[in-house]
C-alpha cells in the first residue's frame, strides 16, 4: 500500500475545514488565533508521526535500508556482510652497519611517514631469514638488508599505500635503522557495501535449494570479497567432454590462489552441487601480459608523472581482470589517455610483442607481467 504524505499546510488546511464544517457559526481561525495555534500543534505532532511511519517502513525493507538495517534484515536469512579484507605487501628492513646480527621480531609495528596507518610483521616460514625459534626475521651479520612480508594492523582499502609510503619504525629495533616498502602494499577491500550486499542477496535467494550455476556462484562470493571464477560444465581440467562434470577456475587477483582457499571453495561448491555429479576446483592458468608504449605528453607537463600514473593505471585494471576475462589490445590506449590528462599521444603499443588482444580461455587468468611505459 503506498503511504499518501501531506506537508504542515495541508494538515493545518484539512483539520481547519473538518472543525469548520461541524461547528454552526464561523470559527476565528485567523494567525495567532487559540484555535489555530491548536491546529497547528496538531497538524506538528501529524508530520513527526508521519516521519516514524517513514522510517519504519524504509527499515522493513531491504532496498531503502541501509548500514545496520541491511545486516539485520539480511540476518534474518542467515546472510551476512562480506567483512573488509587487510592489505599486504612485503617491506625492506635496512641498516647503515651491518657488523651484527639483528633480529626483527613478528609482531612488530611500522607505519606511514604521516603515521596514519600502521602494518604489522607476519611470520612467513617460506622465508629463508625466518626463524620460528626466534620468532622473527633474521639479519645475520654482514647483511644490509632483508625482505619481510607485513599486513595492515586494520583491514580495509585504506592499507594499500603506494611505493615509498611506509618510512617509520612504531618502535625501535635493535640493529636495524629504515623500513620501506619498494612496491605498493594492495589487497586491501573496505567492508561489502550495501549496494553489493543488496546485489548479492538477491542472487543468494535465487540460489537457495537449486543446484545452478547461480547457487554456486553465490556459494563462491560469499567466501570473501575480491574473488572471480568461472564454472563450465560437462568438461574435465584438461578441457575434454564429461558429461556430469563441472569445472571451478577461481581467483583472488594474485593468479595463485592458496591451498586453504581452494580448500574453502571445495567444501562450499559441495555443499550445493547437484546430485550425481563431480567436479573440481582449481587456480587459474595464469597468462603473463607484458605491455610496453611510449608516450607524448604536453611540453610543461612532468613526463615522469605521467608514466607512472599510466603503469598503475594499466597494472590496477589488469590485475581486476576476472577469471576468462580477455584483455583487450586497444583498451591499453584508452588506459593511457585515462590515466594522465596530460598525454598527447601513444607509439610503440605492444601486447606480448603484438597488437592482438589476449585472451587467457575459461580455466586462464590474464595477469600482470613486464609493464614497461617511457
Not at 556462484?217 to 562434470?245: C, R
Request: hydrophobic share 50%; glycine share 10%; with cysteine.
Amino acid at each position: 500500500m503506498k503511504l499518501s504524505l501531506q506537508n504542515f499546510s495541508t494538515l493545518v488546511e484539512g483539520m481547519a475545514a473538518s472543525v469548520q464544517g461541524a461547528a454552526t457559526t464561523l470559527l476565528d481561525l485567523t494567525v495567532g488565533s487559540v484555535l489555530r495555534a491548536i491546529l497547528e500543534a496538531n497538524a506538528s505532532l501529524a508530520l513527526w508521526l508521519q516521519w516514524l511511519i517513514v522510517q519504519v517502513l524504509s527499515t522493513t525493507r531491504l532496498a531503502t535500508s541501509s548500514g545496520a538495517d541491511c545486516d539485520s534484515f539480511g540476518a534474518d536469512f542467515g546472510f551476512a556482510r562480506l567483512p573488509a579484507v587487510t592489505a599486504s605487501g612485503q617491506v625492506v628492513f635496512s641498516r647503515f652497519t651491518p657488523s651484527l646480527q639483528a633480529l626483527i621480531p613478528v609482531g612488530s609495528l611500522i607505519s606511514t611517514a604521516t603515521n596514519t596507518q600502521s602494518f604489522l610483521i607476519i611470520a612467513d616460514p617460506t622465508n629463508p631469514a625466518y626463524s620460528a625459534a626466534q620468532n622473527g626475521y633474521v639479519l645475520a651479520a654482514n647483511i644490509a638488508s632483508v625482505n619481510v612480508p607485513v599486513v595492515a594492523a586494520t583491514a580495509g582499502a585504506a592499507g594499500n599505500v603506494q611505493p615509498g609510503a611506509i618510512s617509520l619504525l612504531s618502535s625501535a629495533i635493535a640493529g636495524v635503522d629504515t623500513v620501506s616498502n619498494m612496491a605498493a602494499l594492495t589487497g586491501g577491500l573496505d567492508a561489502e557495501s550495501d549496494t553489493a550486499f543488496k546485489a548479492r542477496f538477491g542472487t543468494y535467494l535465487a540460489g537457495l535449494s537449486k543446484a545452478t550455476n547461480t547457487a554456486i556462484g553465490n556459494a563462491i562470493s560469499a567466501i570473501m570479497q575480491g574473488l572471480s571464477y568461472s564454472v563450465v560444465e560437462n568438461v574435465d581440467q584438461a578441457g575434454d567432454a564429461q558429461m556430469g562434470h563441472f569445472v571451478v577456475t577461481v581467483d583472488d587477483g594474485t593468479g595463485d590462489p592458496s591451498a586453504n582457499l581452494l580448500a574453502t571453495v571445495q567444501q562450499a561448491v559441495d555443499a550445493i552441487r547437484p546430485v550425481g555429479t563431480s567436479f573440481a576446483v582449481q587456480g587459474p592458468v595464469v597468462t603473463l601480459a607484458n605491455i610496453s608504449m611510449t608516450l607524448m605528453t604536453d611540453a610543461p607537463a612532468d613526463h615522469a608523472q605521467a608514466v607512472a600514473a599510466v603503469a598503475t593505471a594499466i597494472e590496477a585494471y589488469v590485475g581486476a581482470l576476472p577469471v576468462g576475462g580477455a584483455l583487450s589490445y586497444t583498451r591499453l590506449a584508452q588506459l593511457a589517455y585515462d590515466g594522465a590528462s596530460t598525454v598527447t599521444n601513444i607509439s610503440g603499443l605492444l601486447l606480448n610483442g603484438a597488437t592482438a588482444d589476449l585472451n587467457p580461455g575459461s580455466f586462464g587468468a590474464v595477469r600482470a607481467g613486464v609493464i614497461t611505459v617511457s
